[in-house]
Structures are given as structure tokens and as C-alpha cells.
């Protein structure tokens, strides 16, 4: 009797935990934790709640586990006494970022976009032509490659040069919107590529995923055969929506990385951790106080691709050092422990920040990040939240007129032109630095739109490798040693707690 009591008792705990995992599972999936009514119902109203999303990064770009680190803390020698990344310790949030640098047929395939949709529009392919002429130089014969190197075949997997700030972001816009679309697109939310080239009409259809979120992209010849079944009451049994961002299949934008992302992706500091303590600090992306291999397969050979020393692009004919007398191919060298190629050396890239020389004085210790300026769509019809769009299907950003949420009775004051309402300052990315314009160019060359390049390129010496370097240029100028990668935020805790060692391979 004894006996039969356990089995009976253990059968009804086996039960009653079967219960529990299955009654948790159920209610993770299908049931509201706070009020007990199903989600995706029809019935009820049908609120949509997708519990199977796995966040992933978009195409070309790798995770970044975040953490904490010194900015600034690999720069063992300020030999331009800039003082101007001075040591401060700071956290960097999980990202991700470009594998390689954008290359040549990346820039290619933009151009290409912009001529098949906008064949009338000169201006905005003549804008988005990279500077080929920064390869001039009054005392080099470089004219071959004003010709050649963005077009020859032979140099399309090299990183695109000559392109500035404001060129990088419009293609980091570009690609946010042609991912997206091409995700909504092989999905059939939205007609395939096969019955868009065959629409006569197809004005006003250019694809931006903030206009299509806000519903503005809809429609005959525009919605796919699978787009998500609507579930709000009354809706009808067949009845169709559009992808929502809570369905978490659109991606993120893509962008620049802040300075602080691309110095701690640069460094890859995780190959030096172990249980939470870094063991050796780092002067390059890779071990070791030198810019050569230890390896023995590679023993002696450059890590990078810079200038060894004046009048030494490249090495010696018959046993070529670095092997590059300009840029090289953007999968060149052994990747760092991220696995990022090229993060030192080939060619310097731009990051988001404004540059100021005592950015460490006045930073955030979370995320740092100086270049805020606050902008807000532009409403056509605020009744009906419908967002203003410029002539490419893109939404017009106004400046912000709040730091924060307004009451409704504010925001009604605000639409009635309130004068009390419009003392906000969104441009703080200066955090209200004096500007002295008339002193511009002659005492100084920084202002607001002096922005950051890091890395190291071609024709730098071995200093500029370190990650903790920094210099700038003006947002509208380029050069012939500069280009750029893009990054994206990553959304949720992707690694999670205790997550342990993560990172690609070790040179």
C-alpha cells in the first residue's frame, strides 16, 4: 500500500510539472501573462504577438558581442600631442557590423539601382558618384586610377575610396531600404521582382521601409500573394495586411558605427578574456607590440597593408611584403577576433561622431556618442498620420520640437503655433559647444561638421594602425585612403548572461 501511495503521489507530481511546462509554454506562445486572452485571435481583437522571431544580423554584417572597455587604452604614444582620446573607461552595447569594407562592386550596385529607377535624374547619380579624382596628385602619375579603379574589373572587390560622410550615410539609407525590400519581396508581402519589372506604371512606388511601415506602400500591383492575415474584429475572413514592425521580420537601419563601436570592434578584445578578466591589452587589432606575423607559417610578414616606411608602399620585387602598393581586396589579411578584415590598414574609415578634440571630457559612459541632432518625420496630414514623403519615396525629417513625449494638451499647442512651445534645441551633437565661425580656418579647422576617421590606410605608417587614433575631415570631403563600413543596432539580448567566449577567428 506503501508503494502504491509513491507511484500514485509521483504520478500525479509527473502530472502536475507536465502541467506547469505546458501551461508555461501555452502562455509564452498563445496567452497574454497579465490578462489571460489569447493572442492572434480574431475574435477578441486579435492582437499579434510573434513569439518564433530569432533576432539575426542583416546581409554582410557579423555580431559583436558587447562589453566594457578603455577607449582610448591601446594609444601608448600620442606622437602628434593631440591629446584628444585620452583613456575613460566605457560600455558598448551588442552591435553588428561589416565583415569588409564596402567595396568598389558595392558602390557599383547603388549606381546601378539609381540609373535603372531614376533614369532621368542626373543629380542624385551625379551626387552619388564616388570623387575619383582624389586620386590626382600633382607629382604622382596616378591617372590610371582616376579611370580604372572604380569601374575595372579588376579592382571590384577593393573598398570604394573617394566617397565623403554624406555620401556613406546615403548608401547606409540605400541599403536599408533594398534589404528590407528584397526580404518583403521573397516573401511575397509584396509583389515579386518578376511581376514589378512588368508593371507599366510604376510611379510612385519606391520603396521606403518608414513609408511602408506607416501603411503608405499598398495596394493593387503592390501587395504580394502572402502577405500576414489581418485578425482585427471585423476585418473579413481572407482579409490582408502589411508587415508590421512587430512581426520582426524587417531589419534594423543600417548606419555608421559610433567611434566608440568601431575602436572596441577594432581591437577585438574578446579573443583576450577569459572568465571576465582581459589578459593582454593590444596596440593593433591583432596580439603582439608589432605590425609582423608571428605565425610560423607567415613568419615576418606585415599584418596590414600601410606604408612600411617612406618610399615603401609594398616590399621588395620577389618577395613582396604587404603586397600593396595602393588598396587591396577588402578579405586581405587574417580577419582580428571578431572577425573583421582590415579593422588597421587599406583604408581609413569614417565613423558617425563629430569630431572635438576633448570628446573624452564630455561623454556618456553607456554607448558613447557625440553628434546628436534630433529630427522627427514630417507629417502631410497629421490627422491621419500620414507621413510627408520627398520626391524618391523618402520620409522629410523636420528638427525636433521636444526632448520628450509632449502631453496632448502641449502637442496641441505646438499644431496651434504656440510660441512657448518651441524653445527646445535639438542640435546638441556640439552639447552647446561656442562656435566661432569667422575663427574657422584660421585658428581652427573643427566645427560641426568635422567628423571622425579611424584605422589606418595604404599610405599611412604603422601609428595610424591603432585603433585609438583619430583624425577628421569635413562631412563633404574625401580622399583617395578613405572609405567606411556600415553597422547596425542590435535588437534584444542576442548573447544574454553568461554567454561565455564568442568570437571568429584568431590571425
Not at 257 to 279: K, R, S
Not at 383 to 408: F, H, M, N
Request: proline share 4%.
Amino acid at each position: 500500500m506503501h508503494y502504491i501511495k509513491i507511484a500514485i503521489t509521483s504520478l500525479l507530481l509527473v502530472a502536475s510539472t507536465s502541467l506547469v511546462i505546458t501551461s508555461c509554454k501555452s502562455s509564452r506562445s498563445n496567452v497574454s501573462d497579465k490578462t489571460g486572452v489569447r493572442y492572434n485571435d480574431p475574435y477578441n481583437g486579435g492582437l499579434q504577438i510573434n513569439r518564433k522571431v530569432k533576432e539575426s544580423p542583416g546581409p554582410g554584417l557579423i555580431g559583436i558581442e558587447g562589453g566594457t572597455f578603455v577607449m582610448g587604452g591601446s594609444l601608448n604614444e600620442d606622437l602628434g600631442y593631440s591629446h584628444d582620446n585620452l583613456r575613460r573607461r566605457v560600455t558598448v552595447a551588442s552591435f553588428y557590423i561589416d565583415e569588409t569594407e564596402v567595396s568598389n562592386a558595392d558602390w557599383l550596385e547603388y549606381l546601378h539601382w539609381i540609373a535603372q529607377n531614376y533614369p532621368e535624374d542626373g543629380k542624385l547619380y551625379y551626387d552619388a558618384l564616388p570623387d575619383s579624382l582624389v586620386w590626382r596628385n600633382p607629382l604622382s602619375y596616378n591617372e590610371p586610377y582616376v579611370n580604372f579603379y572604380l569601374r575595372h574589373p579588376s579592382f571590384q572587390d577593393y573598398p570604394v575610396v573617394g566617397v565623403t560622410w554624406d555620401q556613406a550615410n546615403a548608401y547606409c539609407m540605400w541599403r536599408t531600404d533594398r534589404v528590407n525590400e528584397h526580404i518583403l519581396r521573397q516573401s511575397g508581402a509584396l509583389v515579386d521582382y518578376k511581376t514589378l519589372s512588368e508593371q507599366q506604371n510604376r510611379e510612385g512606388q519606391g520603396f521606403n521601409t518608414d513609408i511602408y511601415l506607416n501603411g503608405q506602400i499598398q495596394g493593387d500591383g503592390i501587395d504580394g500573394k502572402n502577405m500576414p492575415r489581418d485578425t482585427k474584429i471585423g476585418a473579413a475572413k481572407d482579409a490582408k495586411r502589411i508587415v508590421r514592425m512587430e512581426d520582426g521580420i524587417l531589419k534594423q537601419p543600417y548606419r555608421l558605427p559610433t567611434e566608440a563601436e568601431w575602436e572596441y570592434a577594432a581591437l577585438g578584445l574578446i579573443g583576450n578574456t577569459v572568465e571576465g578578466n582581459i589578459e593582454n591589452s593590444k596596440t593593433y587589432p591583432w596580439n603582439g607590440l608589432g605590425v609582423r606575423s608571428g605565425n610560423r607559417r607567415n613568419q615576418g610578414r606585415m599584418m596590414a597593408n600601410f606604408k612600411i616606411t617612406s618610399g615603401n608602399n609594398m616590399g621588395v620585387a620577389g618577395n613582396l611584403n604587404d603586397g600593396g602598393d595602393i588598396t587591396v581586396s577588402v578579405k586581405s589579411y587574417a580577419p582580428n577576433d571578431f572577425g573583421l578584415y582590415n579593422m588597421a590598414g587599406n583604408v581609413n574609415e569614417w565613423v558617425s561622431d563629430v569630431y572635438r578634440q576633448l570628446s573624452y571630457e564630455d561623454f556618456e559612459d553607456f554607448n558613447p556618442f557625440r553628434g546628436h541632432v534630433f529630427m522627427d518625420n514630417e507629417y502631410e496630414n497629421a490627422e491621419t498620420r500620414t507621413l510627408a514623403k520627398d520626391k524618391y519615396g523618402r520620409p522629410i525629417k523636420v528638427p525636433s520640437k521636444a526632448a520628450r513625449k509632449q502631453t496632448w494638451e502641449e502637442l496641441q499647442a505646438a499644431k496651434a503655433g504656440d510660441p512657448s512651445t518651441a524653445t527646445y534645441d535639438y542640435d546638441v551633437r556640439g552639447f552647446k559647444d561656442e562656435e566661432l565661425k569667422e575663427l574657422y580656418g584660421k585658428t581652427t579647422l573643427v566645427n560641426d561638421k568635422s567628423r571622425v576617421y579611424k584605422g589606418g590606410s595604404w599610405n599611412d605608417r604603422a601609428y595610424w594602425l591603432n585603433p585609438a587614433t583619430r583624425r577628421f575631415m569635413q562631412q563633404d570631403e574625401s580622399n583617395a585612403m578613405t572609405g567606411f563600413r556600415c553597422a547596425m543596432t542590435m535588437v534584444g539580448n542576442v548573447y544574454g548572461p553568461s554567454s561565455g567566449k564568442r568570437g571568429s577567428a584568431t590571425p
